[in-house]
């Protein structure tokens, strides 16, 4: 059970002990984070109604305050902690066994310790209160100051930390600061410099120079400046070792001749869960690999043949691992995860290490993750690899070469007779069958990686994924690699994917081996590399993959439909949703995150409950058009559709969103088909169950 919390940094979050969230209006939160922020100080009504409602009669603005009031004392009684006072004509909010972000953030960035500065700049997740906007000047006013306040706090914090990370050689963490804060303040020459040279200390020159021009780029467009002799003297330095003998300027690592040491592990939080990556190699692209089932970051570099393929990898790009959540270094015991959080975690991990644009590079099950992410966020997506990947985790009609029940148990069978001992590798790498130093390792990979339960509970997920209806959405750079004998995942699975990625390259390599150190894994570096090296940029389009949310409103009379439209809007603010289209009775909205589609439409159902309105929603996931503020597409028809299949209060979510949230807690029931132009047949669909896994959903 969470304790209470408001965090007002990158938006509004209220939750009460439970994770209760209370039905605010906007302009309640704002009264809120306006009283959080003088916490403990007594505030007058008249002043309140003034700040928020300065448009309306004295009158209106008294009864307004009156209602906001009496919501915010209903759920501070519910919240658990805290107290929100009214006497006479004064308000005040005291947020005693609050967990407030922005006391929180201030408290921490005063500390001189480097560990406080990062929690700090954890807490920093965007300006304070955004995205909310009430068009009150008065309001307006005070936010603007606040928010530059807040804001110059936090630069000030990833200057002390930049500083902090020059001075004591420590180039990884120096980028991933020095990065976020030239994405604050972009004119910082100082900053240039420092990045600059923590490129240098990485090995990666090229980055070094490229970082010069968009700094001289920058001074000339935006000061008509150019950049000071320190900043040039110190590119041309870096332009002299570019074009000096390798030998005069060997890694670090390898200065004796021996092996590249391991890299240290990192942390970073995601929807407060430990995710574990590395970084290694110096090449000038970026390149993420999610691995299949289960992984241990350290124990990678314990195979030579392993450590092989990464040390290759790392001539050609700056890669980063991931150990993902429930796996290896990363937080255990955290339950099923979803392809979505999964997908959110990689893009905590390419923040954390200021990675603007990467190649996913997916193996096996961590495919599916990659297809998702690079359809999800093509503008964060450079190239997609894939090898050893598939589609759809279990047998169908349709996908006849995925395994059977049958099959799959006899695996979690093995699995569960076979952990601990030296692995056997007829599936895996049949090739090192009988080579028992990797045998050996990769049993202690594997047990390192997760708990045999644990194990077997990810395997069953992982037969359960079905990402086939979003493959039309990847318009991203796309090489697939397959093997043409191997034993987990067979070519035609291969040539599915190629065959419905638009523009996708297929390559199939001989051998049985399902994993990426296995038999002529040079090979496949090669590959990879031709391919990312050679790829263009994606010319980004308006094409977007999408969650869609279509509600219907049945109220009494056009007031109670006006309520129930206002507090829809306030919902879709509180779960990152945008409204697209609107009628008397209709909203149509979209979201990056089909969990969140389905946590709005269960709030809003819940916060009409009151109002005595009826409200039918469906939902589905697929390919959208933008076209300026509206968006168009198959996806937008198939939602507004199953609308019709949806009785009072019920949800509809199509098959599509049910496959990419297996593990998300949730339970469906068979609810008919829908038809449209532009899906292959029929669609299924299914009515949304609350369990008590999700009870927060």
Same mark, same amino acid.
């Given at each position: 059970?969470?304790?209470?919390?408001?965090?007002?940094?990158?938006?509004?979050?209220?939750?009460?002990?439970?994770?209760?969230?209370?039905?605010?209006?906007?302009?309640?939160?704002?009264?809120?984070?306006?009283?959080?922020?003088?916490?403990?100080?007594?505030?007058?009504?008249?002043?309140?109604?003034?700040?928020?409602?300065?448009?309306?009669?004295?009158?209106?603005?008294?009864?307004?305050?009156?209602?906001?009031?009496?919501?915010?004392?209903?759920?501070?009684?519910?919240?658990?902690?805290?107290?929100?006072?009214?006497?006479?004509?004064?308000?005040?909010?005291?947020?005693?066994?609050?967990?407030?972000?922005?006391?929180?953030?201030?408290?921490?960035?005063?500390?001189?310790?480097?560990?406080?500065?990062?929690?700090?700049?954890?807490?920093?997740?965007?300006?304070?209160?955004?995205?909310?906007?009430?068009?009150?000047?008065?309001?307006?006013?005070?936010?603007?100051?606040?928010?530059?306040?807040?804001?110059?706090?936090?630069?000030?914090?990833?200057?002390?930390?930049?500083?902090?990370?020059?001075?004591?050689?420590?180039?990884?963490?120096?980028?991933?600061?020095?990065?976020?804060?030239?994405?604050?303040?972009?004119?910082?020459?100082?900053?240039?410099?420092?990045?600059?040279?923590?490129?240098?200390?990485?090995? &990666?020159?090229?980055?070094?120079?490229?970082?010069?021009?968009?700094?001289?780029?920058?001074?000339?467009?935006?000061?008509?400046?150019?950049?000071?002799?320190?900043? &040039?003297?110190?590119?041309?330095?870096?332009?002299?070792?570019?074009?000096?003998?390798?030998?005069?300027?060997?890694?670090?690592?390898?200065?004796?001749?021996?092996?590249?040491?391991?890299?240290?592990?990192?942390?970073?939080?995601?929807?407060?869960?430990?995710?574990?990556?590395?970084?290694?190699?110096?090449?000038?692209?970026?390149?993420?690999?999610?691995?299949?089932?289960?992984?241990?970051?350290?124990?990678?570099?314990?195979?030579?043949?392993?450590?092989?393929?990464?040390?290759?990898?790392?001539?050609?790009?700056?890669?980063?691992?991931?150990?993902?959540?429930?796996?290896?270094?990363?937080?255990?015991?955290?339950?099923?995860?979803?392809?979505?959080?999964?997908?959110?975690?990689?893009?905590?991990?390419?923040?954390?290490?200021?990675?603007?644009?990467?190649?996913?590079?997916?193996?096996?099950?961590?495919?599916?993750?990659?297809?998702?992410?690079?359809?999800?966020?093509?503008?964060?997506?450079?190239?997609?690899?894939?090898?050893?990947?598939?589609?759809?985790?279990?047998?169908?009609?349709?996908?006849?070469?995925?395994?059977?029940?049958?099959?799959?148990?006899?695996?979690?069978?093995?699995?569960?007779?076979?952990?601990?001992?030296?692995?056997?590798?007829?599936?895996?790498?049949?090739?090192?069958?009988?080579?028992?130093?990797?045998?050996?390792?990769?049993?202690?990979?594997?047990?390192?990686?997760?708990?045999?339960?644990?194990?077997?509970?990810?395997?069953?997920?992982?037969?359960?994924?079905?990402?086939?209806?979003?493959?039309?959405?990847?318009?991203?750079?796309?090489?697939?690699?397959?093997?043409?004998?191997?034993?987990?995942?067979?070519?035609?699975?291969?040539?599915?994917?190629?065959?419905?990625?638009?523009?996708?390259?297929?390559?199939?390599?001989?051998?049985?081996?399902?994993?990426?150190?296995?038999?002529?894994?040079?090979?496949?570096?090669?590959?990879?590399?031709?391919?990312?090296?050679?790829?263009?940029?994606?010319?980004?389009?308006?094409?977007?993959?999408?969650?869609?949310?279509?509600?219907?409103?049945?109220?009494?009379?056009?007031?109670?439909?006006?309520?129930?439209?206002?507090?829809?809007?306030?919902?879709?603010?509180?779960?990152?949703?945008?409204?697209?289209?609107?009628?008397?009775?209709?909203?149509?909205?979209?979201?990056?995150?089909?969990?969140?589609?389905?946590?709005?439409?269960?709030?809003?159902?819940?916060?009409?409950?009151?109002?005595?309105?009826?409200?039918?929603?469906?939902?589905?996931?697929?390919?959208?058009?933008?076209?300026?503020?509206?968006?168009?597409?198959?996806?937008?028809?198939?939602?507004?559709?199953?609308?019709?299949?949806?009785?009072?209060?019920?949800?509809?979510?199509?098959?599509?969103?049910?496959?990419?949230?297996?593990?998300?807690?949730?339970?469906?029931?068979?609810?008919?088909?829908?038809?449209?132009?532009?899906?292959?047949?029929?669609?299924?669909?299914?009515?949304?169950?609350?369990?008590?896994?999700?009870?927060?959903?």
């Amino acid at each position: 059970m969470t304790g209470p919390h408001l965090h007002l940094l990158g938006g509004f979050d209220f939750a009460g002990a439970g994770a209760a969230v209370p039905a605010f209006s906007r302009k309640a939160r704002a009264m809120v984070a306006y009283l959080a922020l003088q916490a403990g100080h007594s505030q007058s009504r008249e002043k309140l109604a003034a700040l928020l409602w300065s448009l309306n009669g004295d009158t209106q603005a008294r009864m307004s305050l009156r209602q906001a009031v009496s919501a915010v004392r209903k759920a501070m009684q519910k919240s658990g902690g805290g107290r929100f006072l009214t006497e006479g004509t004064s308000i005040a909010l005291h947020l005693d066994d609050f967990d407030f972000d922005v006391a929180r953030f201030e408290a921490l960035a005063k500390s001189s310790s480097p560990e406080d500065l990062e929690q700090a700049l954890v807490l920093y997740r965007g300006d304070l209160l955004d995205g909310l906007g009430l068009k009150e000047e008065p309001f307006e006013d005070w936010l603007r100051v606040e928010r530059e306040r807040l804001r110059m706090i936090a630069v000030a914090t990833l200057d002390r930390l930049v500083a902090h990370y020059s001075a004591s050689n420590d180039p990884a963490y120096c980028v991933r600061t020095a990065a976020r804060l030239l994405a604050m303040e972009p004119l910082r020459e100082d900053i240039h410099r420092a990045l600059m040279r923590a490129y240098a200390a990485q090995g &990666r020159i090229n980055l070094a120079l490229k970082q010069y021009e968009l700094c001289r780029d920058a001074l000339q467009r935006d000061l008509r400046l150019t950049p000071e002799p320190e900043t &040039r003297e110190l590119y041309e330095d870096l332009r002299a070792r570019r074009g000096a003998s390798p030998s005069r300027f060997p890694h670090p690592a390898s200065a004796s001749g021996s092996d590249p040491a391991r890299p240290p592990t990192h942390y970073v939080k995601s929807a407060g869960i430990n995710i574990a990556y590395q970084v290694s190699g110096d090449g000038p692209i970026d390149l993420v690999y999610v691995p299949g089932w289960v992984s241990n970051l350290d124990l990678a570099w314990d195979s030579p043949r392993f450590a092989h393929v990464l040390r290759r990898l790392g001539t050609f790009s700056r890669l980063i691992r991931i150990d993902k959540r429930g796996t290896g270094l990363s937080d255990r015991n955290v339950g099923l995860p979803t392809l979505e959080e999964r997908m959110e975690d990689v893009r905590a991990v390419l923040d954390a290490v200021g990675s603007k644009r990467t190649v996913l590079f997916g193996s096996s099950e961590g495919g599916p993750m990659c297809m998702l992410f690079a359809a999800t966020y093509p503008e964060r997506t450079a190239a997609l690899v894939l090898t050893g990947a598939y589609a759809r985790g279990g047998w169908a009609k349709d996908y006849p070469w995925a395994r059977t029940v049958e099959q799959v148990q006899q695996d979690v069978d093995a699995v569960e007779s076979q952990w601990g001992k030296p692995a056997d590798m007829r599936n895996a790498a049949p090739s090192l069958i009988e080579n028992m130093v990797e045998r050996e390792w990769f049993a202690a990979y594997l047990r390192n990686s997760a708990s045999p339960a644990d194990a077997i509970a990810l395997w069953r997920w992982g037969t359960e994924i079905d990402v086939r209806d979003i493959l039309p959405a990847i318009h991203v750079p796309t090489l697939i690699v397959q093997r043409t004998n191997d034993r987990w995942v067979r070519p035609e699975e291969g040539r599915y994917l190629a065959t419905h990625i638009d523009g996708a390259r297929y390559v199939e390599l001989a051998g049985r081996d399902h994993v990426i150190w296995g038999e002529d894994c040079d090979r496949l570096v090669d590959e990879i590399r031709s391919f990312v090296t050679g790829a263009l940029p994606p010319t980004l389009g308006q094409r977007l993959l999408l969650s869609v949310l279509a509600i219907e409103i049945e109220a009494a009379n056009e007031r109670a439909v006006g309520q129930c439209a206002e507090a829809i809007r306030d919902e879709l603010l509180l779960f990152d949703g945008k409204e697209i289209r609107n009628s008397v009775n209709k909203v149509l909205a979209v979201f990056h995150r089909p969990t969140r589609a389905i946590q709005c439409a269960v709030a809003i159902r819940e916060r009409l409950k009151p109002l005595a309105a009826d409200i039918r929603s469906s939902i589905h996931i697929g390919e959208c058009e933008s076209r300026g503020e509206d968006f168009s597409g198959v996806a937008i028809e198939v939602t507004s559709r199953s609308l019709d299949h949806a009785r009072p209060g019920e949800i509809i979510a199509s098959r599509t969103v049910r496959d990419l949230i297996v593990g998300s807690g949730l339970a469906f029931e068979e609810q008919g088909e829908v038809e449209a132009n532009g899906l292959a047949g029929a669609l299924q669909l299914f009515s949304v169950k609350a369990t008590p896994a999700s009870a927060d959903v």
